[in-house]
C-alpha cells in the first residue's frame, strides 16, 4: 500500500474515534495534526487534545493508536503530544 493509501485509511479510521464530551470524531474537531506514514508502515502524527486540561485525552489518545495500529500494513505509531498538561507523561505511556 503507498503512503497516500495508508493516510486515507487511517484518516477513515479516525474518523471513528468519538470525543465523548463533543459527539464529534478526532478529526472533525481537528485534534490531529502532521499526519505521516513511510513506504514502510511507520505512522507519526501530532495529537492536540481540545484543552490543556482535556479529561478525555487519556482516552481518546489511546483510541488513535489502537485504530491506527489495527490497519493492516502499519508497522509502528509514534505520537507527539501537544498542547496538554501531561504531554511528556501521555506520550511515554503511548510509545513505550
Known sequence: MDAKTFEEEMEK???EVIDPE???S??????IHEL???????????FRPSSPVCPMAYA????????IQD??????VRIMVENF???????RILNT
Open 60 to 67: 481518546l489518545a489511546g483510541s488513535i493508536k489502537r485504530k
Open 36 to 46: 505521516h506514514v513511510d513506504g514502510e508502515g511507520h505512522v507519526s502524527l501530532v
Open 13 to 15: 479510521a479516525l474518523s
Open 71 to 76: 490497519i493492516s500494513g502499519v508497522n509502528s
Open 22 to 24: 463533543t459527539g464529534l
Open 85 to 91: 498538561d501531561r504531554a511528556e507523561h501521555l506520550q
Open 26 to 31: 478526532v478529526m472533525r474537531m481537528d485534534l
